[in-house]
């Protein structure tokens, strides 16, 4: 079992920039492909953001791409999401999420352990 830990998020204005971190205790994270995900208060969770194992792939929802970058290190058994540019409508919970597989998953039913999320709240 993979218990992925979130830090990072905390109340920032519009434009703005915040990079979240997820890491877990277990050294296991470079094994899996991973996931960013968000949910705002009173909609579904949505994909953010995900990258394959090895970090050659990524993907990002279409409010993501340009100003949302996914990257991990191995190493460090990190996976970051750095936030530039932030939104009022990007408030919500992120959630980190392991998929035990190579390839990066766009849904959550694709991923296998989660986070207990971290709020990223933007103010206009």
């Known amino acids: 079992q993979v218990q992925p830990v979130e830090s990072g998020g905390g109340l920032v204005q519009a434009g703005d920039s915040l990079r979240l971190s997820c890491t877990a205790s277990?050294?296991?994270?470079?094994?899996?492909?991973m996931g960013w995900f968000r949910q705002a208060r009173g909609k579904e969770r949505e994909f953010v953001a995900g990258?394959?194992?090895?970090?050659?792939?990524?993907d990002y929802s279409d409010s993501a791409k340009g100003r949302f970058t996914i990257s991990r290190d191995n190493a460090g058994n990190t996976v970051y999401l750095q936030m530039n540019s932030l939104k009022p409508e990007d408030t919500a919970v992120y959630y980190c999420?392991?998929?035990?597989?190579?390839?990066?998953?766009?849904?959550?039913?694709?991923?296998?352990?989660w986070g207990q999320g971290t709020q990223v709240t933007v103010s206009s």
């Open positions: 277990e050294r296991t994270l470079s094994r899996y492909a």
């Open positions: 990258i394959s194992r090895s970090g050659g792939r990524t």
């Open positions: 999420a392991v998929r035990m597989a190579s390839t990066l998953g766009l849904r959550p039913n694709e991923y296998d352990y």
